[in-house]
């Protein structure tokens, strides 16, 4: 049964960045063999198959569409660039604050690299600290950057939908 919008899902998934020095470097992976090989396992983290549902955009727009048509025990990689993937670099999302108020929040010593959330909740990172002000990205880390994933498809089934749900 090939895999169509609506069905369920369970494949195993590595994501390795494309371009730059670091290419060809995992960054992410649902297969604990991988993450061993790779170096990139820690034991805080469960690896398992990733579940979802074709269509629901609960996945990299990318993804999605790369499965629909497969079918269980097929393989392919693809490659994203960032719009379907984590998206292009938004300027906006890139600002510049006072040192001394982050500091004065954040109880510690601003330093490049550092996380910081705002206080709508949002997570980013200090890219660039000065005398007197930081800056901070709240772009996703791979935002601009194409990305490729193998997929295999361990499983998939025809999920129940909201009809079947309420004739029940």
């Known amino acids: 049964m090939s895999i169509e919008p609506g069905h369920i899902a369970i494949v195993h998934l590595t994501g390795r960045l494309v371009d730059g020095p670091e290419s060809g470097e995992v ?11 790779t170096g990139v396992y820690h034991d805080h983290r469960d690896f398992k198959p990733l579940e ?7 996945v990299l727009p990318g993804i999605d569409e790369a499965v629909r048509g497969m079918s269980p025990g097929e393989s392919t990689m693809i490659v994203l660039d960032p719009e379907d993937a984590y998206g292009t670099v938004d300027e906006d999302a890139i600002i510049t ?22 206080g709508l909740g ?13 800056t901070i990205n709240f772009n996703h880390e791979l935002a601009g950057q194409r990305v490729s994933f193998d ?14 749900i309420e004739s029940e």
């Open 27 to 37: 960054f992410e992976t649902t297969d604990v063999d991988v993450a061993l090989e």
């Open 52 to 58: 979802f549902r074709v269509g629901e955009s609960s």
């Open 122 to 134: 949002d997570v980013g990172w200090i890219t660039r600290v000065s005398d007197n002000q930081v």
């Open 97 to 118: 604050v006072p040192r001394d108020e982050l500091e004065a929040r954040s109880h510690a010593t601003a330093e490049p690299g550092e996380l910081v959330e705002s």
């Open 151 to 164: 997929i295999k498809v361990l499983e998939s089934h025809a999920g129940i939908t909201e009809q079947e």
